[in-house]
């Protein structure tokens, strides 16, 4: 066996572990595929078979009113009555316990939202794995970040028809695939401290999900070069659910090439496995 051979074991190793991890992740009891409902609340208070109480959007934010013998836990806390969850941020989210369920209150679009997480949810029972490309060392890409002298604000469309997502970005990252060169543009990456872009390619639609997959950035080095691996692009959780509000991918992010890597559709969607 070659050097190059025992590297690239090694390679196809790492990436199932990190498969592996992606999957374990999508069948925790309350993960994404736990959701029951989403519910786009108003001023009137409204009752869900999913969910106890009546549920409202007011100046204080959400608001449940349980009736006798309705009860939540909230930060460890028994609730019972009217429990107001205060104004959120807009992609913020909070949770109470029901029983063995979570219900999701959260702030998507500029509206207040219910999403309760139910652990025996078809969705959920069901999942078993999420089809992917076998992991290849030609999809691990060096680019370099190119950033904007200023952050701009990017607006994109949702997964829900007629809802909008406005993020900052830094500025785009240039890279070349097979001798062509693209530019994604970027937004913060989280905890990983680099970078995280929304994408679609001539994969999507065919083998992968239409909307758009996502894929982690490396930070810069000094001289700003960046890794990115196709390899790990994944799905967002609207591949899986119409119970999400995901952003879609910006205009410019659409590239020619086929990356025939990381996540495929998912089973639930019609996907091959």
Known sequence: MTVQDVDRLGFAEEWERWHVSRDKALADPHGFL???SLRWLGP???????APGAWSSTAEGVVVELAEGERLTVDGQPVTGRYAF?????RASVYAGWGDAVLEVAKRG??????PRHPDNALLADFTHTPAY???PRWVVTGRFLPFDEPRAVTVGAAVEGLEHVYDSPGVVEFALDGTAHRLTVFDGGASGGFATLFRDATSGVTTYA????VQITA???????VLDFNRAVNLPCAYTDLATCPLSPAENHLSVAVEAGERIPLERGGKP
């Open 44 to 50: 009137d208070p409204e009752r869900f078979e999913d």
């Open 220 to 226: 810069p080095d000094a001289d700003g070069r960046v």
């Open 134 to 136: 076998a992991p290849d």
């Open 211 to 214: 909307a758009s997959r996502k």
């Open 34 to 36: 736990a959701v029951s």
């Open 110 to 115: 500029g509206y207040d939202i219910l999403r």
């Open 86 to 90: 205060g104004v959120l941020a807009e």
